[in-house]
């Protein structure tokens, strides 16, 4: 059954695969689904940071963009030194916000974040907030990241879209949130058309040979600390090198 929502959606984004609901919630028309409700957040270092993001955009050169909630705004904390390695020198860009969900991404794409750039490439991971703020259902979220990847073809057509999987959480493969994001990254390597937006499933960088992400990695068993960024940035590397180079 095609995800009957969000038909807007879906034409914008065609070809790329339809995110299907289960029959109770596409049979449920007046749903208010959140992960696609473009929202702004009343905190003031979010609009701070928003305002911030804004005015650096206007001057400066962006080859390469990422995308996030506080995994990817760690770039700028513990993943700051493998930063320096790997993107410093590529006009790297990084608009990742602490506690985002996909609706937050939505919105600031919606208010300028990158109308004043021109990556050649996007990297997006976002999502496991949709998980632990709501537990929201996979279907929703991967609408979210669908509807993201509408507003980034409709602002820049030319622009290669990198879609991460989202990072594995909790201890084991058998944590609840681990499963839903599992879930998620399901529908969303879908999207993928191998011609301008790709995907890539990196969450073996981070598990052991048994599945369980060790505490070195990410402490909190969700957030990476250094070791984390590295193995990120070094299994990322050979597909960034390769889509930069088309």
Known sequence: MRFNLLPTVLLLLTPLAASKLTAAEADNPKKTVKAVTPENRTDKWWSDRHTQKLKASKN????????????????????????????????AF??????????HVIWRLQHGEI??????LAVVMIGTNNTGHRQDPPAETAAG?????????????????????IFPRG???????????????????QYADGKSIFFLDLNSAFLDDRG?????????????????????AKAMEPTILKLLAQ
């Open 60 to 91: 400066q050169s962006v080859d390469l963009l990422m995308i996030g909630d506080s995994i990817t705004h760690g770039w700028e904390g513990h993943g700051k030194k493998v930063w320096q390695e790997y993107y410093a020198q590529r006009n």
């Open 212 to 232: 369980r992400l060790p505490k070195s990695v990410m402490p909190d068993l969700l957030h990476p600390h250094e070791a984390g960024y590295r193995r990120w």
């Open 94 to 103: 990084n608009i990742g916000y602490s506690g985002d969900r996909t609706e």
């Open 171 to 189: 201890a084991t493969a058998d944590d609840k949130l681990r499963k839903i994001n599992t879930s998620i990254n399901e529908y969303i390597k």
């Open 115 to 120: 109308d004043s750039i021109s990556p050649q």
């Open 145 to 165: 990241i669908k509807q993201i990847l509408v507003e980034l073809r409709q602002r820049k057509p030319q622009m290669k879209v990198l879609l991460l999987a």
